[in-house]
């Protein structure tokens, strides 16, 4: 811990701004029991804001010649639209995906953006511009969640909010094959692709069960995957902002430190 006086050390100040506000204090590497309060939040409020973007848009766009707003959004627009030509080829399917997957995009890049917000700001108004918060009775959030002055402002770097829209999408994709292509369409797939059958009855049953093994395999890599790359990259980002604060903190501890700092600003910018 660090000395009576003195700031946290470097490795203090990483694991307690990692931490979540939550209802529980997390003990297992992956505990989807917990609710990470501050993802929740700041997903709902990013989630709005994406939607009063593009509702604004929507609302100002006229058929003349485009201001650079609705230019710019239109650009979003096609270039979601023409991802969802490639993938969807049922027009009337695709009037629900593309404006779905253009929110979803949106949402996602707004998550993402939030690691660009100096690490220490929110946190920092969390702990002392809000005055029932940084309070030492037993009736603040203190004593109902157990954490002092947490508040992780990027809920993609949380893998419960990554992996809850990597399974939103697989849902998402379960109902769109069976809508298009219907129930038992779908399921002669998941029994003949990726291999095909044949005539014989014992290979076709051989066949037809390592299709549908390798179907579920895919369903579930794809989910795992989408879920833990997203994961994965916003909390290594997170990780390396954090380092490049604190190289600027070294340049006190020595007159070499001031490589440190050098570096810190090279980093930074």
Sequence with gaps: MAAEGMGPTPGEYIRHH???????????????????????????????????FLWSAARKATSGV????????E?????????????????????LVAPMALVVFCWVFMMNFMDLIPVDLIPFIWAHGIPFVHDHTDTGLHAVFG?????????????????GLSISVLVMCLFYNIKIKG???????????????????????LLGVINFLMQMIEFVAKTVSHGMRLFGNLFAGELVFML?????????????????FVGHLIAGT
């Excluded at 954490?147 to 992996?163: E, G």
Aim: with cysteine; aromatic share 10%; charged share 15%.
């Design 75 to 95: 650009i979003l627009v096609e270039m979601v639209d023409t991802q969802a030509k490639g993938v969807i080829h049922n027009a009337t399917s695709r009037k």
């Design 147 to 163: 954490m002092k002055d947490y508040m992780r402002v990027v809920p993609t770097a949380d893998l419960s909010t990554t992996l």
């Design 66 to 73: 485009p201001g650079r707003f609705q230019a710019f959004v």
């Design 18 to 52: 990692l931490g979540h506000l939550a209802t529980d204090k997390q003990k297992d590497i992956v505990d989807f029991s917990i609710v990470n309060i501050d993802s929740v939040v700041v997903n709902i409020i990013l989630g709005a804001l994406v939607c009063w």
């Design 183 to 205: 129930l038992g369409g779908w399921t002669h797939e998941l029994v003949t692709a990726p291999f095909g059958t044949s005539r014989n009855p014992i290979w076709a049953l």
């Design 244 to 260: 490049i604060a604190l190289l600027g903190g070294f340049a006190a501890l020595s007159f070499s430190g001031a490589l440190f």
